[in-house]
């Protein structure tokens, strides 16, 4: 009985800690119009979208969106404090204490990703103008029919 009261104290400051109760990590959904193209993050994740990566909460990053036949396209990826998190962060005020704070702050676990879904709207390449061929040359029309009969 007296471990488990040692252990429910020892426990009680990370109660109110965003990052037991968010965690380290975020999932950000990457999705693209057409689906199908390459996704490529600063942090070395690569998909097919739609996917949906698992990234750290702290971090900050790019996608670069590549599909053949469409220009390439650059998403920035931020993060900013979450309303939750917030208030998980507030919670060490009462519970978790300095302790709680700084695990927060290093641990990312207030933030979240914006934007998330991350969307690309990808436009078409434009192709190079042909080459006009020049039609041979054909003959006056009007002499091609036959003349009239008086």
């Known amino acids: 009985m007296r471990t488990l009261l040692i252990l ?7 109660a109110g800690c965003a990052t037991v109760t968010r965690g ?14 390459q996704a490529r993050t600063s942090l070395n ?14 971090a900050e990053f790019s996608v670069v969106f ?23 962060f507030a919670g060490n005020v009462l519970v978790g204490g300095v302790v709680g704070m700084g695990v927060d702050a290093y641990t990312g676990a207030t933030l979240e990703h914006v934007p998330n879904p991350v969307r690309a709207q990808l436009a078409p390449v434009a192709r190079p103008p042909e080459a006009r061929r020049e039609r041979p040359r054909r003959g006056n029309r009007r002499s091609r029919r036959a003349a009239p009969s008086s």
């Not at 590549?66 to 998980?88: F, H, L, W």
């Open 8 to 14: 429910a104290l020892a426990a009680a400051p990370m």
């Open 24 to 37: 380290t990590t975020n999932q950000v959904q990457v999705q693209s119009e057409p689906p199908g193209a």
């Open 45 to 58: 994740h690569v998909c097919t979208t739609p996917c949906t990566l698992q990234v750290p909460r702290r």
């Open 66 to 88: 590549s599909k053949p036949g469409y220009q390439d396209q650059t998403i920035d990826v931020k993060t900013q404090i979450a309303g939750n998190g917030a208030a998980g």
